[in-house]
């Protein structure tokens, strides 16, 4: 599986952008999917993840409320609808897949070490 992110850019804060995360080779309707970000000197966030059993999403707390996951599987796609932007969120965000148990999705989602595909990230800036 190849993902490839689009859809980074600069924004004002309370700003929205959406993302992108279209993968080829292989279809997506397989692969539970994540969102991760990592901001200069900062460790690796998960912090959105949607399932491929039965469409889960997960947040974590510092954007439930503002961003929304979602897919299209029929264009092999997953989005990330970002809204309220905040100061806290500039970071380099990336997509992330692999096949996760429906057991262990809801336990193991956020953690990096899940996923066996990547790409290459997307840079989002937050500008005051």
């Known amino acids: 599986v190849q993902l490839v992110e689009s859809g980074g850019g600069l924004v004002q804060t309370g700003g929205s952008l959406k993302l992108s995360c279209v993968a080829s080779?292989?279809?997506?309707?397989?692969?539970?999917v994540g969102w991760f970000r990592q901001a200069p000197g900062k460790g690796r966030e998960g912090f959105s993840c949607?399932?491929?059993?039965?469409?889960?999403?997960y947040y974590a707390d510092s954007v439930k409320g503002r961003f929304t996951i979602s897919r299209d599987n029929a264009k092999n796609t997953v989005y990330l609808q970002m809204n309220s932007l905040k100061p806290d969120d500039p970071a380099v965000y990336y997509c992330?897949?692999?096949?996760?148990?429906?057991?262990?999705?809801?336990?193991?989602?956020?953690?990096?070490?899940?996923?066996?595909?990547w790409g290459q990230g997307t840079q989002v800036t937050v500008s005051s």
């Open positions: 949607i399932s491929a059993s039965n469409g889960s999403t």
């Open positions: 080779v292989l279809p997506l309707d397989y692969y539970t």
């Open positions: 992330a897949a692999d096949i996760i148990s429906p057991q262990a999705v809801g336990v193991w989602w956020s953690m990096g070490s899940e996923y066996d595909y």
